[in-house]
């Protein structure tokens, strides 16, 4: 679905970035220089959720490829830029570029919305190309609600540590999103298979929840 500067202003009401201008942004940043490498390829996940959001922007940049062939062009392409290779594993690499890092991620969709399709969290539903912004049906409404809601959960545990960074973050979810992930945790098999899914190309550490932070995950929903 391609967002309107109109949509985001009715939503969004604070001091923010105007809606009209991400695309060229972007550019700027990144995806014209792609282009005119010929490398197809575009970003999409939480970078775009904290810039919607009109914070700081820490997290990387995921950059998500059609096919095998575009991943290795532009993991090429940054490699002959000389640029400090952060790690590489069998889900992508990392690698930092112009004061900027990005995560190329080997796990590759036809196009942006497909690829957005296939995210847990619907407030993480952005992806931006060259032409346009695609995002989720409702996640600039649940992006300004705080309120975190489930898109398709296809590795459960993987989705419930990512609900308890959004939780720190100050994002809800109710008890009805609650009971749906905790059964999909429950039916899925014991050792689920690593992939990234918005910036999960990296190994990440186990996160200690105290009792009295998996009780707050409750307080004050629906």
């Known amino acids: 679905m391609l967002a309107t500067g109109f949509i985001f202003k009715q939503l969004i009401t604070n001091d923010m970035i105007q809606f009209d201008n991400t695309v060229q942004r972007y550019g700027k940043i990144i995806l014209n220089e792609m282009k005119e490498a010929n490398i197809k390829c575009w970003l999409a996940g939480g970078a775009l959720r904290d810039y919607f959001m009109g914070v700081p922007v820490k997290t990387d940049y995921d950059m998500f490829f059609p096919n095998e062939i575009e991943y290795e062009k532009a993991r090429t392409y940054f490699k002959a830029k000389d640029c400090e290779i952060k790690w590489e594993s069998d889900n992508g690499c ?66 419930l540590s990512r609900a308890f960074r959004y939780y720190k973050k100050g994002f809800t979810m109710c008890l009805g999103e609650m009971k749906k992930l905790f059964e999909a945790i429950q039916n899925a098999p014991k050792e689920e298979p690593k992939q990234p899914q918005e910036n999960q190309s990296e190994p990440k550490k186990e996160e200690e929840i105290s009792s009295g932070e998996f009780g707050a995950f409750f307080v004050g929903i629906d």
């Open 94 to 159: 990392k690698m930092k570029y112009k004061d900027c890092t990005y995560d190329l991620v080997k796990k590759f969709f036809a196009d942006p919305q497909t690829t957005i399709d296939a995210f847990d969290f619907t407030v993480s539903m952005f992806a931006v190309d060259n032409e346009k912004i695609y995002h989720g049906e409702t996640t600039f409404i649940d992006l300004a609600k705080r309120q975190l809601m489930i898109n398709k959960i296809t590795y459960p545990a993987s989705s």
